[in-house]
């Protein structure tokens, strides 16, 4: 009996010192990232946490209203002006033909198309100074009023530098 108590003893004290390798563990992974812009021509989200998410536009209930979007953008370029156009024509869908939200984009007050031909959206002189100039999308309401669904689209904006 008394050889059994030593050894109980010792069993109870590994135990406790073994305790820590069965406590719980989590893991966090997450994906880090940075674009670094030439310092001569650049146009980029003001706010980054924004661009790679999908942008929600307010509903509004109680006048059955579709709210924009409205994000800033760091640009400076310093040789011309910075041109803009859509890639494509921009709308939300649901699915059904007939059912679109057509977007109106703009850019420091510009409005944009798909046309080939991009327009002029910042000039030279703020181009070579640099700034902060509004992107803006606002819905355009459909012939027939808002439909219920649930809707998703893309726009796409190309920048380029006018020819000095």
């Not at 009996?1 to 010792?10: C, D, F, H, T």
């Not at 509903?59 to 924009?68: D, H, K, V």
């Given at each position: 009996?008394?050889?059994?108590?030593?050894?109980?003893?010792?069993i109870g004290v590994m135990a406790l010192m073994s305790a820590p390798v069965f406590a719980a563990r989590e893991e966090r992974t997450f994906e880090v990232s940075v674009d670094i812009p030439t310092l001569g021509f650049y146009v980029i989200p003001a706010e980054s946490n924004w661009i790679h998410l999908q942008q929600s536009l307010p509903?509004?209930?109680?006048?059955?209203?579709?709210?924009?979007l409205r994000k800033n953008f760091?640009?400076?370029?310093?040789?011309?002006a910075?041109?803009?156009r859509l890639d494509s024509q921009p709308y939300l869908s649901n699915g059904l033909d007939g059912q679109e939200i057509y977007l109106r984009v703009s850019f420091n007050g510009r409005e944009l198309s798909h046309d080939p031909q991009p327009r002029e959206v910042v000039s030279a002189a703020q181009a070579m100074a640099g700034g902060r100039f509004p992107l803006e999308i606002q819905p355009k309401v459909p012939a027939g009023g808002y439909?219920?669904?649930?809707?998703?689209?893309s726009v796409n904006l190309i920048f380029s530098a006018a020819a000095p």
């Open positions: 009996m008394i050889k059994q108590s030593p050894i109980a003893l010792w509903w509004n209930i109680s006048n059955s209203t579709l709210g924009g760091d640009v400076r370029h310093d040789t011309s910075l041109q803009a439909r219920p669904g649930t809707y998703y689209g």
